[in-house]
């Protein structure tokens, strides 16, 4: 893996330049790879050839796959999930970070007369509760049962987080696929504490290295959106994500969305800003039981809890689309995908700048700093993508600068400008900082 030097560097430190969106007052995010998170020992095998440990870890382990070859190195619902960001032409990396073993939870051994009530000792003389969802089974020793605990997830947690510090850098797209159930063949179901620490990570990067994190909503009671145990715990801790509707479980539309936005290039050169949402595929299926349309009822309560469905695109093709692309705290994801692109991209430009020798702090400066900016907003206007509409430079002259708050040099809403694409028009404004 190419070494990124990003992290700690110049350009990340001693450079502040920071937007946000306003979609009538809304924040956002950015890139081209995916990264997911991953138990080492489960849908992967990281002690195969051609997984290496990552810089600054003993344990970590990190492998790239694309379209040709991620099937050769997954199972199960991760090969599902590859296969919707990579089915539709995405030809780009994905990482895949081994961060821990799957947990298997503990084996309780308890004693009963009768199957009923059970005991912690064989005299039966310490009655115990057994946890809610707990059946105990017979053993084969008399009046011995046995039952699992749940597995804890805080180990992997850890692993993750220390993973996350060193690679988050190499992939603005961020998931994991982790499972608290028992045992490495039972079904899988992603389990809503990591998915929540996830989205606490990438919540502190917002708007320069991760976008909220994509999930699949695959409750089969969506008229109930609250039965969908991890978009009630992300919403119940006011965690953003951006997740996608579907009842096979198997199947991550919020990847799907993804890998169609960055199968094909635009105007910038990128597929940066490119539409998730409102463009055809014969690929997924609606999101409905079995592949059928949802009640419109029911997408319409989705919509407004800033779930994207799918439907039929209704030419008798087969094709469906999405609707929605907004994250569960209401960004829209196509647009702060281009703030954070710029955003990264005029740091790394301005870190070029001031580390020629002998720069001052001039008028002429000044106006080459103001360039870099409108140098990468450019890619997206109208000689670009397109995508950015009524492009403005706001910054005001080097004479009137305001005034150096300690060292800082604070230039608010120094370029405006609108994203625009078939459904939607949303405002975007920047504000550069200058110095430390």
């Not at 509707?245 to 050169?269: C, E, F, I, K, P």
């Not at 799918?310 to 703030?339: C, E, M, R, Y």
Request: net charge negative; proline share 4%; with cysteine.
């Amino acid at each position: 893996m190419d070494t990124n030097d990003f992290l700690g560097s110049v350009a990340q430190e001693d450079v502040a330049f920071t937007t946000r969106v306003v979609r009538t007052a809304q924040l956002g995010d950015n890139f081209w790879k995916a990264m997911i998170f991953v138990e080492s020992d489960r849908f992967v095998d990281a002690s195969e050839l051609g997984w290496t440990l990552i810089p600054g870890s003993m344990t970590i382990k990190a492998l790239t796959v694309t379209a040709n070859d991620f099937a050769d190195h997954t199972t199960g619902v991760l090969r599902s999930w590859l296969y919707d960001l990579f089915c539709n032409g995405f030809t780009g990396d994905c990482i895949l970070v081994a961060c821990a073993p799957h947990s298997t939870g503990t084996t309780v051994i308890v004693y009963s007369a009768n199957g009923t009530d059970f005991f912690s000792d064989p005299e039966m003389t310490q009655p115990v509760t057994i946890p809610d969802g707990k059946v105990p089974q017979a053993t084969g020793e008399e009046n011995q049962y046995s039952y699992q605990t749940d597995p804890s997830s805080d180990d992997f947690i850890t692993a993750m987080e220390t993973a996350y510090k060193l690679m988050k850098a190499y992939a603005y797209h961020k998931t994991v696929c982790a499972s608290p159930t028992l045992g490495l063949d039972a079904p899988f179901i992603l389990d809503a504490g990591v998915a929540l620490a996830l989205a606490r990570l990438c919540a502190n990067d917002k708007g320069l290295l991760s976008s909220a994190p994509y999930f699949p909503f695959s409750t089969t009671t969506p008229e109930t959106p609250e039965s969908d145990l991890l978009y009630a715990t992300l919403k119940s801790n006011g965690a953003d994500a951006f997740m996608s509707a579907h009842q096979d479980s198997t199947r991550n539309g919020a990847l799907y969305s993804l890998g169609l936005a960055m199968s094909t290039l635009n105007g910038s050169g990128t597929c940066i800003g490119n539409s998730m949402d409102m463009a055809k595929s014969t690929l997924i299926t609606s999101s409905g039981p079995e592949g059928t349309n949802l009640d419109k009822a029911i997408r319409d309560a989705l919509k407004a809890l800033n779930i994207q469905t799918f439907k039929p695109v209704g030419d008798n093709s087969g094709s469906v689309a999405a609707k929605g692309t907004s994250t569960l705290n209401g960004d829209v994801v196509q647009a702060t995908w281009i703030v954070a692109y710029v955003t990264y991209m005029t740091k790394v430009g301005v870190a070029q700048l001031i580390t020629v020798p002998n720069f001052l702090k001039n008028q002429d400066n000044y106006n080459r700093i103001v360039g870099v900016m409108m140098s990468y907003l450019g890619k997206f206007g109208n000689n670009g993508s397109g995508r950015l509409k009524e492009l403005t430079s706001r910054a005001p002259s080097f004479d009137n600068l305001p005034a150096a708050k300690e060292d800082v040099i604070i230039i608010p809403d120094a370029w405006s400008a609108k994203y625009v694409d078939q459904v939607r028009e949303v405002q975007i404004t920047g504000t550069l900082y200058i110095g430390e």
